[in-house]
């Protein structure tokens, strides 16, 4: 009964938003949600809406709910639980780290970031410049978007006490060899800060594994609810300063000042049963262990994502007018380009009235747009729910607006 590529027919069936036939291309600004997740979610609203803290009943189910939402978030990271900050989003779980371990750092020390983040891995870092920390700014090549593992040899020094760099960029859809960087990082003596929101959508990841020392990405990407995932290395958890109310003095609670969101917690639990729909619909049964049946299924997707960006990468460099950013190698399903004589949002405009979602401008990347020289770029961005007759419809849509 094993399957050996993803039944697509089956998963879309599993997303009641896919009925409404738009081609929806957007899925790094935010997926779709499973059915599973949505059950969930009306689960703890109707039978536990409870204080989780408690022994009466409703309270017993609504923390057991939430224990299996940070069981899954911890599960995609390959971490535990008890690792795991789960805050409103990835910008505000930077905000806050950023808090936390400016005390660790000394004026004068230098925090590398890049010009290729979003700004929720930039921002929250530069602030820090008013407290006498220096920024040095990884660059990335102007024309493709790329960085280079030997330009952040350049900043590198004893002074380095911090690399935040993402691992794969919303805009320029490359992954960045991030166990390189936080080689590279260690060996003069600083932590590595990666954003994963870009990447984490499409395969699962092994946070201790990248020798990092936190790793963020966003649940309501990951098929979840809207929730920012932060794992930190607990060493370092440990010596950050507490961010929360002052008798709340154990990592990670101390770096969560606002508390959960315990529906959308509860909720993010679905996103693991539909993980393991998938695993029951391809394997049938066999693997104990979550990370064995998430991987197993990760893979398929890996497989499928692969096969339909080559298509929409093959089309678009077949079109003259067309600049591609992002160079061929690794590459998430992030596809961005710009159009010789129109703006992005010309070209979003004629997709949508075609009923094909696209994005289009920064996407908060507005470092890396202004540094590519644009004033904004079309971002065809799929997940493993999309099939070929919407990459059909895509191109096909695409055909009529870009000249050959
Ligand atoms: C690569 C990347 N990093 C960070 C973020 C910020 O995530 P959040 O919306 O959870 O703050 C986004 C959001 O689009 C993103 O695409």
Known sequence: MTKSSLDVAF??????????GTA???????????????????????RSFAQPSYDSEPSLISRRRMADGKRLAADLLGVEPQEIVLGPSTTLNFYVLAQALR????????????????????????????????????????????????????????????????HCSNVVGSVNDVAAVAARAKKVGALTVVDGVGYAPHH?????????????????????????????KPELAARAKPQNHYFI?????????????????????????YLDLLYRHHFGSGENSA?????????LIEGHEARLG?????????????????????RAPIVCFAVAGKTSAEVAKALFAK???????????????????????????????????????LIEALKEILPA
Do not use: M
């Open 204 to 232: 699962l990841i092994d946070a201790r594994g990248l020798g990092v020392d936190a790793y963020a990405c966003s649940a309501y990407k990951i098929f979840g609810t809207h929730l920012g995932i932060l794992w930190v």
């Open 24 to 46: 929806f291309f957007e899925n790094a600004g935010g997926s779709l949600v499973p059915e599973a997740v949505k059950q969930r979610l009306l689960d703890f609203v109707e």
């Open 355 to 393: 009923r094909v979602a696209v994005g289009h401008g920064h996407f908060y990347a507005k470092r890396c747009v202004d540094a590519l020289g644009l004033e904004g770029v079309i971002r065809i961005s799929f997940a493993h729910y999309n099939d070929d007759a919407e990459v059909d419809r």
């Open 249 to 273: 003095d154990s990592a990670p609670a101390t770096l969560n000042p606002g508390g959960l969101t315990y529906e959308l917690v509860a909720g993010l639990g679905g996103t693991g049963d």
């Open 11 to 20: 998963v879309r069936r599993q997303f009641p938003q896919l009925a409404d």
């Open 103 to 166: 005390p660790l750092f000394q004026p004068g020390d230098e925090i590398v970031v890049t010009n290729q983040d979003h700004e929720a891995n930039v921002g929250a870092w530069r602030r820090l410049e008013e407290f006498g920390l220096v920024i040095r700014e990884w660059q990335i090549d102007k024309k493709s978007g790329e960085l280079r593992l030997a330009d952040l040899d350049t900043l590198l020094s004893p002074k380095t006490k911090l690399v935040c760099v993402t």
């Open 291 to 299: 990370r064995a049946r998430y991987a197993r299924v990760f893979k």
């Open 310 to 330: 080559k298509r929409i990468v093959d089309f678009l460099k077949s079109r003259k007018s067309v600049r591609l950013i992002g160079e061929d190698g690794a």
